[in-house]
T-cell receptor, first 116, second 111 residues
Framework: GAVVSQHPSWVICKSGTSVKIECRSL??????MFWYRQFPKQSLMLMAT?????????EQGVEKDKFLINHASLTLSTLTVTSAHPEDSSFYIC????????????FGPGTRLTVT | GDSVTQMEGPVTLSEEAFLTINCTYT??????LFWYVQYPGEGLQLLLK?????DKGSNKGFEATYRKETTSFHLEKGSVQVSDSAVYFC??????????FGTGTQLKVEL
């Protein structure tokens, strides 16, 4: 139980284009989803917290107009990287809370984005 | 602000050796503490957790004790296997269900 999937697992896009990453909770309803970014040999950096039906809360320093997050249902959140540049190349990971108030997060397998 | 510090890797051990991966935290209040494991090509999985001081989390032979006096949550296993090779992340809770992660420690276990 508590499986989180991400799609695509890897994507290559050209500079200036936009790319959408999906995060789905497969067997539970996730009231809160989180989006992280992970650089090689570095820790996970929280980008934003996404609550179903409301606007995402972005961490300091994360451009909300560049990283658009939509949490349209209890099983789906999307991250769109707009006007991507090579410096946006990274590993993006989502996670979900199983229930409101619980600190336990279940993680997706991640999406490797390469911007050329 | 809140932060988690882990020992740098990679840690290379022979099978059946004893494992310790150090983790210390800084936080206001009383965070919950976690160890996550990331196997090659997979997402992070919760390995164990502790929610209050002196709690011991354990799973799959791994253990970690919440030490408030030393602000530590070191991960230990008495006898590692090749299948334990992975990256291990220490994490603590912050406000709003957020998690703060350490940088991760890669473990390589050899025959």
């Amino acid at each position: 139980g508590a499986v989180v999937s991400q799609h695509p697992s890897w994507v290559i896009c050209k500079s200036g284009t936009s790319v959408k990453i999906e995060c789905r909770s497969l067997d539970f309803q996730a009231t809160t989803m989180f989006w992280y970014r992970q650089f090689p040999k570095q820790s996970l950096m929280l980008m934003a917290t996404s609550n179903e039906g409301s606007k995402a809360t972005y961490e300091q320093g994360v451009e909300k107009d560049k990283f658009l997050i939509n949490h349209a249902s209890l099983t789906l959140s999307t991250l769109t990287v707009t006007s991507a540049h090579p410096e946006d190349s990274s590993f993006y990971i989502c996670s979900a809370n199983v229930q409101t108030g619980s600190y336990e997060q279940y993680f997706g397998p991640g999406t490797r984005l390469t911007v050329t | 602000g809140d932060s988690v510090t882990q020992m740098e890797g990679p840690v290379t051990l022979s099978e059946e050796a004893f494992l310790t991966i150090n983790c210390t935290y800084t936080a206001t209040g009383y965070p919950s503490l976690f160890w996550y494991v990331q196997y090659p090509g997979e997402g992070l999985q919760l390995l164990l957790k502790a929610t209050k001081a002196d709690d011991k989390g354990s799973n799959k032979g791994f253990e970690a004790t919440y030490r408030k006096e030393t602000t530590s949550f070191h991960l230990e296993k008495g006898s590692v296997q090749v299948s334990d090779s992975a990256v291990y992340f220490c994490a603590q809770t912050g406000g709003g269900n957020k998690l703060t992660f350490g940088t991760g420690t890669q473990l390589k276990v050899e025959l």
